[in-house]
């Protein structure tokens, strides 16, 4: 919604505040919504169903000084980030674990969930990947699910989609693996277009704006341009699921048109 903001007719508007959530923003998006909105307060929240919403959050100053955090968490809440069955140190990437009041008792009428998801002092297993800095600060890297694997190369999916959106006629970005008989999965995206810009953008260009910020076995070698957005959950979280399915299918077909598997 806020990258629709900034392409609007409602862009300079005076607004008084811009939040983000759902999903970790664009690295880009924030420094142009700021550009766009200059009054506007931003923050960014970050939570989950089980936590009652919002647990970690933060706005103004704190948050135009990391906008690729989450920001901290709320004063009733814990956090940990957990590499294994250890607690990860300051700035390496584990599960991140959550406890407080806010978090869920239990799943209804599911109680194998509720073991895989809760420890039993109270730890929520969050399924997000992410890490704290010296400060506390948390940072969200990915879901453990869209961690893509290109032959033994953990790849997470923001970072593809943030190298796409270095080309501003991006609308939305989501990378995906598909499967792979060698590598296991290869990367793949989908991106929408902004209005304005449909017919301008053609995959050769999107890999090439890629590779200039990505190591060479995150660069995408399947991309999906389409007009329409992408397809949300009610959350405002994109249907990846959907668009492995997509992007899975499209590869098939150019395996069988062009031979890509023994390119790779």
Not at 3 to 8: F, I, K, P, Q, V
Not at 133 to 140: C, V
Not at 236 to 255: Q, S, V
Request: proline share 6%.
């Amino acid at each position: 919604m806020v990258a629709d903001l900034t392409e609007s007719s409602l862009a300079g508007f005076p607004l008084d505040s811009l939040m983000f959530g759902g999903a970790p923003a664009p690295d880009l998006l924030a420094a142009r919504a700021g550009q766009t909105f200059p009054n506007a307060v931003m923050s960014q929240g970050y939570g989950l169903t089980e936590t009652n919403s919002v647990a970690v959050s933060f706005a103004g100053a704190d948050y135009s000084a990391r906008p690729a955090s989450c920001g901290l968490p709320c004063p009733v809440n814990d956090i940990m980030i957990m590499a294994g069955n250890t607690s990860a140190p300051v700035g390496e990437v584990g599960e991140v674990w959550l406890r407080g009041p806010n978090v869920m008792k239990e799943y209804w009428r599911d109680p194998g969930a509720t073991e895989k998801a809760l420890t039993k002092d109270g730890w929520l297993k969050t399924g997000d990947l992410g890490y704290l800095d010296r400060d506390g600060f948390l940072y969200i890297r990915d879901r453990i699910k869209d961690i893509i694997i290109r032959g033994g190369e953990n790849i997470d999916s923001v970072s593809v989609e943030n190298a796409l959106y270095a080309d501003n006629r991006v609308m939305e970005a989501a990378a995906v693996g598909v499967p792979h008989p060698r590598l296991g999965e290869i990367v793949a995206a989908v991106i929408s277009v902004k209005p304005g810009f449909k017919g301008q953008l053609t995959e050769a260009s999107l890999i090439a704006t890629a590779a200039k910020s990505l190591p060479k076995f995150a660069v995408p070698v399947l991309i999906i341009i389409q007009d329409e957005p992408l397809e949300r959950t009610e959350s405002g979280k994109i249907l990846k699921p959907e668009l492995r399915k997509t992007a899975r299918a499209a590869w098939e077909m150019r395996m069988k048109d062009d031979g890509s598997r023994t390119k790779l």
